[in-house]
T-cell receptor
């Protein structure tokens, strides 16, 4: 059973471009979470999605950031018009549909560098 | 201060010694989890302790939870050089029931185990 997959692992963008980060949850998981980690800091929650629904987006910046988890395909975190402050590692996690939902399994992350 | 603060910020020990890391938090929680992150990598889930539990063991790991003091500790016994990593506590203070998901991470403790 493959773990949580994220791609790309590294992404370089110039200011003003768009960044698209993809996350495929573990098989059988329909709960996806996105976190951002700035250098030398802990992870900060961004958004919690289930298939086709945003459950909690309280950690998402109001502008330029959006997330989706369609019925088919991976979850996408989209950052429009990136700025240097968006440079960070973005982690996706997933959890199962069963009662053991509390444990989140993390992907390897996408490291975004904005030049 | 933030929810889920670890101390010490950095810990350096010799192989074979025990390592103790502490975590404090501010709000009521459903559960508290400890994660490990090797440099530049994703997070690995270590252990979850629920709010009605006081102590939990997993191999060389021992976690305690004191909800009256809003604190937790992670003890790694007989440490190995391979234990060198950053360790994060994360609290789930969401509504419980079906609404688990929003983890709040501390800043982490950087553990270095010298061979």
């Amino acid at each position: 059973n493959a773990g949580v997959m994220q791609n790309p692992r590294h992404l370089v963008r110039r200011r003003g471009q768009e960044a698209r980060l993809r996350c495929s949850p573990m098989k059988g998981h329909s709960h996806v979470y996105w976190y951002r980690q700035l250098p030398e800091e802990g992870l900060k929650f961004m958004v919690y999605l289930q298939k086709e629904n945003i459950i909690d987006e309280s950690g998402m910046p109001k502008e330029r950031f959006s997330a989706e988890f369609p019925k088919e395909g991976p979850s996408i975190l989209r950052i429009q018009q990136v700025v240097r402050g968006d440079s960070a590692a973005y982690f996706c996690a997933s959890s199962p549909d069963s009662g053991s939902r509390e444990t989140q399994y993390f992907g390897p992350g996408t490291r975004l560098l904005v030049l | 201060s933030q929810q889920g603060e670890e101390d010490p910020q950095a810990l350096s020990i010799q192989e074979g010694e025990n390592a103790t890391m502490n975590c404090s938090y501010k709000t009521s929680i459903n559960n508290l989890q400890w994660y490990r992150q090797n440099s530049g990598r994703g997070l690995v889930h270590l252990i979850l302790i629920r709010s009605n539990e006081r102590e939990k063991h997993s191999g060389r790991l021992r976690v305690t939870l004191d909800t009256s003091k809003k604190s937790s500790s992670l003890l790694i016994t007989a440490s190995r050089a391979a234990d060198t990593a950053s360790y994060f506590c994360a609290t789930d203070a969401s509504g419980g029931g079906t609404s688990y998901g929003k983890l709040t991470f501390g800043q982490g403790t950087i553990l270095t185990v010298h061979p």
